[in-house]
């Protein structure tokens, strides 16, 4: 059976088991709490250098990263597919830009707010949670325009609206509306949530310590 080594409020981690219930896959779930450091144990090092979760095993296969993991999920298990069909290569190329723009100013800008949102209000740095609020609003704004007259990013939908999914749960409690005024990511985000692997994702917390 598919082992997923995984902290249970890691986006990166979210990614993966997003697909894995997209794909109707058991798996094991092994809990790694890098709260207390156990992703820097010599065991899971040697599962992943970089010492980071997600890790999934398939049998022989050991593969890191929530990228990573995703397109060997789909390669192995295509059905239903989370990546454009191959020979749309265009479509694929977009599915991989916005999954990697999710995972670079999205994912971690969401997860230094939710750091700064956990202090108390006096203790906040008011400029970076100014900044950081700003900065999520661009990526909103700009998902807003890219989403005109389009179900999910890259067409169908696939790890570009995976990417996102993760931060954009938290986001309410974080007293960010993302789709107020942006009527393309209110329906998408609606839409998402219609989803059984969306609807069951464990995890969603705004509490620090949850990485990134
Ligand atoms: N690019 C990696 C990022 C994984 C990552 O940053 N995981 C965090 C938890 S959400 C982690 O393991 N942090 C521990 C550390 O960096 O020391 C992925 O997509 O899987």
Known sequence: ??????????PFGQK????LAEKSLEFELIPVDITQGEHRKPEFVRLNPYARVPVLVDEDTTVYDSTII????DDEYPEPPVLPAVG??????????FEDFADNSFTPQVGQLMVE???????????????LRQSVDRVLDYLNHELQGQQYLATEFSVADIGFAPRLLVLRALEIDPGINRSNVDAWLKRMLERPSIQSLEGITIEPGAGV
């Open 1 to 10: 059976m598919i082992k997923l080594y995984d902290f249970l409020p890691c």
């Open 16 to 19: 993966v088991r997003i697909v």
């Open 70 to 73: 995703d397109e060997y999920l």
């Open 88 to 97: 749309s290569s265009a479509l694929r190329a977009r599915a991989r830009l």
């Open 117 to 131: 949102m956990h202090k108390a209000e006096a203790e906040r740095d008011a400029n970076r949670v100014a900044r």
